[in-house]
């Protein structure tokens, strides 16, 4: 009679996955879901980097995994090209921004949908499905009846556009790559192919579309098989947990190596008697030196990101080398350091292994059927069956007990990027001097932006006339320090520190802090804020508890904004000014004394939200008031005025020097008005005037005089100084 034999594939799977028995077994396994050189399965860091090779592998996802996916559409760049003006006798600047559309694939079967999206490493797309960059996002999870992409169709035409059926991917359309260095950014994605954990057997079963029979096995949190035969796949998940594949005549069935009872044989077989056919059986252990003493498992960490982690078995003994396996598989700690220990008592418990003997009634035993042996303590694997002579041989492998499903584990603390929301976008307007040493030449409003604590900067938008018409006005900067004044200050001189008062302000709980500044600091120029229209420094800041702080040791009406100091109250905006923080928008003469509007596009800011608006006056445009307005009598009745121009440059007066003008020329309107009405307005070109008495009755102007002076500036004139000439 004809040797009909079946072999295992290896220590790792257990079972037999070779040829059909003839007719021992009545018909033939398909040989495609056991080819004998299956293409290797992903390793851990496939599934980590972004590839667009042709050919390349896609793999079938199970339960929930992290993978980067494989490029399989995308367009060229696309170029946009954005001009700004610095105002005149300075050149424009052109500017750049690029976006890319383009598919991922994912899933060579179908999957649920996708949780976060990671972009070079930071969060794109948070747990809630908020995205943290601008792209136009679409998800296609793989059915059979899955319509082609709109985009893909309006690129490549009708006729040539693939729908992917079955294979599950992610399209961006517009995707802005500002945040990514202009280039298309690697991508990982947290993908759900299925409900919950999923087991090992299943995971088989659904690959071999029938062909496998999924018993009783462990679970993962998720699996990546690839290969184009079941072999690699079981092979794969043998990397985990040692399992038994048994030939039923039709099926293969795939469970745990100790899933089930084990078939006892009879006092009589495998040689606990003479009775055994054969009347002989062999038992041998290999020596402890052939065995690993150490098995270490790399494996994804769902608790970690998904990061790779690492988890050692190890027991005395042994002095073989350790061995280290990596699978594709998502797992706890505890759950791997459980089947690092498996592993190992599996290979410690594979050392004894024996051949009985038994009679025919024993022909329908199966490869990779568990046996209880007579007089053997344990259980036992047939790794592989023989008939010959209406003998039946069964080699024999002792298998491990059973262990625990998991063990204690530390996974180590994650590196984890916080999921905030992008929110929406809080913009405060400033219309104030310049802050720099040299003055604007077009009109500037200072825009001011935060938002909660995953805010991003945005792009802008804005009006000049009322609303009517809006227009791109670059990105905010960002973020501000922007608070809200609780108890305004009371007015003040500007020309000395206010030791007495004091202002407070509320800052968002958590997100922003304010420090003391030296006088040395605050002569630097620290702690410069804007509180409503006047600037103001603070060398102290008393922190109150609950975002709240009390400002002392003021500064007040700086680069010219002591009109503003008596004019706060609570509610208006407090902002901590960084040059860093703020964005500048030009703004053209013909909106002066108008309302201006200001809208954020951020990805939480919603259409219909209203815009931030104000009144704007130009104030980088205007120097400031004159000072030390004075009249002196003369001999014939009439009146000299002189007065200090100040500059919109020179504020930090290094050298003790003069102030440079700051304008094209020095040119001042001076009104002078008399109690009863009449007087006249002149304009000079020197900061002082000569009343004549005779001039002064020719006007008709009495005593008490009101005298206001302005310095005129290139494009906008200073608020007044006023002196009460009597």
């Known amino acids: 009679m004809a ?8 220590s790792l799977v257990g079972g037999p996955v070779g040829g059909a028995v003839g007719a021992l077994l009545g018909q033939a396994l398909d040989s495609r879901l056991l080819a004998p050189k299956p293409r290797q399965g992903p390793r851990l860091g496939d599934l980590a980097v972004q590839i667009s090779n042709y050919g390349s592998d896609i793999p079938k996802l199970f339960g929930t995994m992290r993978v980067a996916g494989t490029v399989v559409w995308a367009t060229d760049l696309r170029e946009t090209r954005a001009t700004s003006g610095n105002g005149k006798g300075q050149p424009k600047s052109v500017s750049y921004t690029y976006s890319a559309s383009f598919a991922v694939a994912l899933s060579a079967r179908p999957i649920l949908g996708v949780r ?78 299925d409900p919950g954990p999923v087991a090992m057997g299943e995971i088989a079963a659904a690959l071999a579309e029938g062909a496998v029979q999924a018993g009783e096995t462990r679970s993962v949190g998720g699996y990546a098989a690839s290969g184009d035969s079941i072999r690699a796949v079981l092979e794969g998940l043998g990397e985990i947990a040692p399992l038994a594949v048994v030939d039923t005549g039709s099926v293969l069935s795939v469970a745990s190596r100790r899933a089930g009872a084990p078939i006892l044989l009879g006092s009589d077989e495998g040689g606990a008697s003479n009775g055994a056919v054969g009347g002989r059986a062999a038992w041998t252990r290999k020596a402890a030196g052939v ?33 280290r396996r990596a699978v594709p598989a998502v797992l706890g700690a505890d759950a791997a350091k459980g089947f690092a220990r498996l592993r190992l008592d599996s290979l410690w418990a594979g050392r004894e292994t024996g051949a009985v003997h038994l009679a025919p009634r024993r022909m329908a035993l199966r490869p ?29 492998e002792r298998l491990a007990e059973t262990g625990a499903a998991t063990l204690a584990a530390q996974a180590g603390r994650p590196v984890r990027q916080p999921d905030r929301p992008v929110g929406r976008t809080r913009l405060v307007l400033l219309d104030l001097p310049s802050l720099q040493e040299s003055p604007p030449a077009r009109a500037q409003l200072l825009v001011a932006a935060d938002g909660a604590a995953g805010w991003r900067p945005v792009p802008l938008s804005a009006s000049w006339d009322g609303g009517a018409s809006w227009q791109a006005a670059g990105a905010s900067a960002g973020p501000a320090t922007i608070g809200t004044v609780r108890v305004p200050p009371a007015g003040a001189g ?27 600091a605050l002569a630097a120029g620290a702690n410069l804020a804007a509180v409503g229209d006047e600037l103001l420094q603070f060398g102290a800041a008393e922190p109150l508890g609950g975002g709240r702080f009390r400002l002392t040791r003021l500064l ?59 009144g704007f006056s130009g104030e980088s445009l205007r120097p400031p008031s004159p000072v030390h307005l004075a009249a002196a009598r003369q001999a014939d009745g009439g009146v000299r005025l002189t007065w200090v121009r100040r500059s919109r440059t020179g504020w930090l007066w290094m050298s003790g020097s003069d102030t440079p003008l700051g304008e094209e020329r020095e040119a001042y ?35 008490p005089l009101t005298a206001r002076v302005a310095q005129l500036g290139t494009a906008a004139a200073s608020r007044e100084a006023e002196l009460i000439i009597d």
């Open 3 to 10: 040797t009909l034999v079946l072999t295992a594939v290896g």
């Open 116 to 193: 976060r999206i990671w972009a070079d490493g930071k969060l794109l797309r948070g747990a809630a499905g908020d995205f943290k960059s601008a792209t136009a996002f679409r998800l296609y999870t793989g059915s059979e009846d899955q319509a082609p992409d709109p985009l893909i169709a309006a690129v490549e035409g009708s006729g040539g556009t693939p729908a992917y059926r079955g294979l599950a991917y992610a399209l961006f359309e517009d995707f802005q790559l500002a945040d990514y260095g202009n280039r298309i950014p690697s991508l990982t994605f947290e993908v759900d192919a």
């Open 291 to 323: 065995v690993p003493a150490a098995t270490s498992l790399l494996y994804y960490d769902a608790a970690r990101d998904y990061q790779t982690g690492l988890v050692r078995a190890a027991r005395g003994g042994g002095a073989g080398p350790g061995e």
């Open 368 to 396: 990779g059927a568990v046996l209880g042996v007579p007089g053997r303590p344990g259980r036992w694997r047939i790794a592989r069956l023989t008939v010959e002579k209406m003998v039946v041989t069964a080699e024999l």
């Open 494 to 520: 500007s020309a000395l520190v206010d030791a007495a008062g004091s202002l407070e302000v509320e800052l968002p709980a958590g997100e922003a802090w304010l420090e003391s500044r030296s006088d040395d």
């Open 556 to 614: 007040r009406g700086r680069r010219g904004t002591e009109w503003a100091v008596a004019a706060h109250v609570a509610g208006e905006p407090f902002v901590l000014l960084d040059p860093a923080s703020l964005a500048a928008a030009e703004v053209p003469l013909a909106a002066l004394g108008s309302q201006v509007r200001v809208r954020p596009h951020g990805l939480g800011d919603a259409d219909e939200t209203p815009p931030a608006q104000r």
């Open 669 to 703: 309107r001076l009104t002078l008005t008399g109690a009863g009405g009449g007087g006249r307005t002149v304009e000079t070109a020197e900061p002082a005037y000569a009343y004549a008495d005779a001039d002064r009755a020719a006007d008709g102007a009495a005593f």
